[in-house]
């Protein structure tokens, strides 16, 4: 597996580049922002770990960059420990966000659960789900908002903006595509592989993000909310991604008249 790595410091790049290739990882290094998007670009990489301090291009700029075009899973690895970097880093498209000094078996987790693909099952295991104006296609791993008259998704929705679970623009006729982040992929696909089934929030958290993250509820926070603005018809009330209050989510197929229990 390749690992594209950027980072300013020489020193780490090092470092790094030796412990993971002594694990059986092929690993390529940047040492600025714009050298990153352009390795990204020609190596095809299965993971991009970046600091947020870079030169020419910072972090979170390479974010937004990788996000126009790849799915790719990108884990942060920053010694800003702010939690408005975090939230900022992970709006932009990041998957994870380790703070500096990290542990490197702490660090080799992280890849591992950025990597892990979940169970995939058999054709007939992967339907198209539809729900509210939204077509999910699990085997495709596209996702399309139904346009209605004038292009407007469903009845005034908005289409959604950010990473990349199936391309931008024209979903076919009377469709447009919505990105998700690799990560919200991953939240959505476990909770339609459950329908009408509460997902607790430590199952959904060590599923996607790994045992370290079991407790980290406020990851849940905002990327459901961040789901919910892009397939929700009214995000502030969710129908069909809808918390259970102290428990964790579930997916409702069909919630006329539903609406959420919490945040």
């Keep these: 597996m390749k690992i594209l790595i950027a980072d300013d410091d020489p020193q780490i790049l090092r470092a790094l580049k030796v ?3 002594a694990r059986g990882y092929d690993v390529v290094t940047a040492g600025d922002g714009r050298e990153a998007l352009d390795l990204a670009a020609s ?3 299965d993971l991009v770990m970046l600091d947020l301090g870079m030169p020419h291009l910072d972090g979170v700029e390479v974010i937004a960059g990788l996000r126009g075009w790849s799915t790719v899973p990108i884990l942060v690895v920053s010694g800003r420990t702010d939690a408005a970097d975090k939230v900022e880093a992970l709006d932009a498209g990041a998957d994870d966000y380790v703070t500096k000094p990290f542990s490197m078996d702490e660090l080799l987790a992280r890849i591992r659960a950025q990597t892990r693909r979940l169970p995939s099952g058999t054709d007939d295991e992967q339907p ?3 729900f509210g104006d939204v077509q999910v296609d699990l085997a495709a791993k596209t996702v399309v908002r139904r346009t209605g008259a004038g292009g407007v998704p469903g009845a005034g929705g908005v289409p959604g903006a950010g990473g990349a679970a199936g391309a931008a623009g024209s979903g076919g006729a009377g469709g447009e595509s919505v990105r998700l982040t690799p990560t919200e992929w991953k939240i959505l696909e476990l909770l339609l592989h ?3 089934k509460l997902i607790t929030r430590e199952t959904i958290l ?4 790994g045992p370290f993250h079991a407790k980290d509820t406020g990851y849940l926070r905002l990327y459901f909310a961040q789901l919910r603005k892009k397939l929700e018809p009214v995000p502030a009330s969710p129908r069909h991604l809808v918390t259970v209050l102290g428990m964790g989510y579930r997916f409702v197929p069909d ?5 959420d229990q919490g945040t």
């Excluded at 919630?255 to 609406?259: E, N, V």
């Design 206 to 209: 060590t599923e996607v993000w």
């Design 255 to 259: 919630a006329d008249g539903q609406t």
């Design 194 to 196: 459950s329908p009408d």
């Design 128 to 130: 198209v789900v539809a």
């Design 43 to 45: 190596e095809h990489p």
């Design 19 to 21: 412990t993971l290739g």
